[in-house]
């Protein structure tokens, strides 16, 4: 937190602190399985909403500028597959908003909270890996929808052959 205060201007400037501390609550979220890929973005990305519901307007030009970063690499945000090698930071995490994004519109608000919620009952803590297939398997029974296609058609390389948490 003091690293936070001084990094982002605190008190003066409330949006990095803001965003910092929910970054960091997020983190117990996800334990003892990490997101693929989403370990960090994830947790900004609630850090953002955080801000959002607070009306930091800091969180809103966040969100927007990193999406926009990651059109830079991948305009329609369908051809890239932010998971492969190489692929640049702005795409992973800007692709990253705007799938979350999409789910909570597509599937109404409150969607990441129903994928921490499936992922807390589907997955048992002695689980040895824990990857982006079994990922989108969660959260498509979170959201009850077969979410692979979509993802697929936004460019990630998943298959629900590939888990066995599809189903």
């Known amino acids: ?6 990094w982002g201007g605190f008190p003066e400037r409330r949006y990095p602190m803001v965003e910092l501390i ?11 399985h990490a997101e693929p890929m989403w370990n960090e973005p994830i947790a900004t990305y609630l850090g953002i909403m955080v801000g959002r519901r607070m ?9 927007r500028r990193q999406i926009e970063r990651a059109r ?10 932010p998971q492969a090698a190489g692929a640049p930071r702005d795409l ?9 994004e999409e789910l909570e ?34 959260w498509s029974r979170a959201v009850g929808e077969d979410l692979f ?3 697929v058609s936004l460019g990630f390389d998943v298959s629900a052959a590939r888990t066995d948490l599809a189903g």
Do not use: N, Q
Not at 1 to 6: E, K, M, P, T
Not at 22 to 32: D, I, K, N, R
Not at 72 to 81: E, F, G, K, M, Q
Not at 92 to 100: A, N
């Open 1 to 6: 937190i003091a690293i936070g205060a001084w």
């Open 22 to 32: 929910a970054h960091e609550a997020t983190h117990s979220w996800v334990l003892p």
């Open 55 to 63: 009306g930091l307007p800091e969180a809103e030009e966040t969100l």
């Open 72 to 81: 830079r690499h991948d305009p329609d945000l369908t051809a890239v597959d």
């Open 92 to 100: 992973i995490w800007g692709k990253s908003y705007f799938v979350f």
């Open 105 to 138: 519109r597509l599937h109404g608000p409150g969607s990441m909270a129903k994928y921490f919620v499936a992922k807390r009952a589907l997955v048992p803590v002695g689980r040895r890996t824990y990857t982006m297939d079994d990922c989108v398997a969660v």
């Open 149 to 151: 296609p979509w993802f």
